[in-house]
């Protein structure tokens, strides 16, 4: 069980440097040339090509720390050992995470709920789908990618979770985040 959790922290890495460097990218609009909605009217404006592509970029880049932490482990261990498995997998937790954004957001915009905004009504809902979303993305790519069991899925969902939040506190502490969650 102990080693189940330090790998699902250890895939968790380029996930959580991968968001915290766009969010850095966000702040400081770096790549501004990127900063276009993909569509107003379905995602609202903070939902950019920006995002869509450097997340799962920068994600990729930040898969290739598995290499240095490959080498403090057995080589029975499953991370990746070649910079081609570190980079796809990577870009795949990346897009993991930003996709399955999309959908909750249209759905904020179809019930009336500004872009970055949580309504007063079913906050903690709203909250939960938010961190919820892009947990289930990356388990998925996870899951797919390493041919995880089902125990290894579910401890990298919980993972993701404590993670998100826990960066996400941080993120807003340090000003890189408008809100808590």
């Given at each position: 069980m102990w080693y189940d959790m330090l790998y699902a922290w250890y895939l968790m890495i380029?996930?959580?440097l991968g968001g915290c460097s766009h969010m850095i990218i966000v702040k400081y609009n770096h790549f501004s040339a990127l900063n276009v909605p993909l569509a107003v009217s379905c995602f609202g404006a903070n939902k950019t090509w920006r995002g869509l592509?450097?997340?799962?970029?920068?994600?990729a880049l930040f898969a290739l720390l598995w290499l240095p932490i490959g080498q403090l482990h057995s080589p029975r261990e499953i991370l990746p050992i070649l910079i081609e498995e570190c980079y796809f997998a990577g870009l795949l937790a990346g897009f993991g995470?930003?996709?399955?954004?999309?959908?909750?957001s249209w759905l904020k915009r179809k019930l009336g709920?500004?872009?970055?905004?949580?309504?007063?009504?079913?906050?903690?809902?709203?909250?939960?789908?938010?961190?919820?979303?892009?947990?289930?993305?990356?388990?998925?790519?996870?899951?797919?990618?390493?041919?995880?069991?089902?125990?290894?899925?579910?401890?990298?969902?919980?993972?993701?979770?404590?993670?998100?939040?826990?960066?996400?506190?941080l993120l807003y502490l340090l000003a890189l985040k408008k809100t808590r969650f």
């Open positions: 380029p996930v959580i592509l450097l997340v799962p970029l920068l994600t995470y930003i996709l399955p954004e999309l959908p909750n709920i500004p872009p970055g905004k949580l309504p007063v009504r079913h906050r903690a809902f709203f909250i939960f789908g938010d961190q919820i979303d892009s947990a289930i993305g990356v388990t998925l790519a996870y899951t797919l990618y390493f041919k995880l069991p089902a125990t290894s899925a579910a401890l990298i969902f919980v993972i993701f979770l404590l993670s998100a939040f826990v960066v996400k506190q």
